[in-house]
């Protein structure tokens, strides 16, 4: 749980990747249970659980689901992703749970569930005494160096650049970085000013 921007869904996502285990992500503002639950296979778009379907594409029992903002979960006629999410996050049930596209009980008791959240508000009292509560601190100036290295590992990941040719900033770029970030502690800012950065590094080294 941490302020908007902070870095919580990125963090949570790292956690996954150095465990190595595959990840996959769900937005809990924009979904429903069905999401998770998946749909009875007599629907013609029926489709299976989230955490089945993410074990059976990588061909592992065990892999890192990342809840995002779960206190923006709502409940609907098609049900409510807290209440499922209950069963999920409970070892006992997990261990023989009904996957309503298969029609039968599955073991998902070595699924990871990382839930990240602005706040607790929203966040029924069942579902938080299933889950250890982290509190992420708000990056503060004295973290700019170590962020900017992530950051710079991220984009030249995406870009599917080899890390090592994306030199750090230097002094100066990060006195700009510091001036422009201020104490806003978004990451999700930081990476904006981080990418017109090297875009200015480029303008630079390629003026034509």
Not at 27 to 34: I, R
Request: hydrophobic residues 40%; glycine residues 6%.
């Amino acid at each position: 749980m941490g302020d908007p921007g902070g870095g919580k869904s990125r963090l949570a996502r790292r956690v996954a990747e150095r465990l190595h285990l595959p990840v996959a992500t769900l937005d809990a503002g924009t979904c429903n249970d069905q999401a998770v639950t998946g749909s009875p296979r007599r629907w013609y778009s029926a489709y299976p659980s989230l955490p089945l379907a993410t074990i059976a594409a990588h061909r592992v029992p065990n892999p890192a689901l990342v809840v995002d903002e779960i206190e923006k979960a709502g409940r609907s006629s098609a049900g409510s992703l807290h209440d499922s999410l209950l069963s999920l996050l409970e070892p006992l049930t997990a261990r023989a749970w009904r996957d309503q596209y298969l029609d039968a009980e599955v073991d998902l008791s070595g699924v990871s569930w990382i839930c990240t959240a602005n706040t607790l508000d929203g966040i029924p009292a069942p579902l938080r005494n299933r889950l250890r509560i982290l509190r992420l601190p708000r990056p503060a100036a004295e973290h700019l160096p170590v962020l900017t290295a992530s950051v710079l590992r991220d984009i030249a990941h995406e870009r599917g650049e080899d890390e090592r040719f994306l030199p750090p900033l230097d002094g100066e770029e990060l006195s700009a970085l510091a001036a422009a970030w201020g104490d806003s502690g978004s990451v999700r800012t930081l990476r904006r000013f981080v990418e017109a950065l090297l875009a200015a590094r480029r303008a630079t080294t390629n003026p034509n």
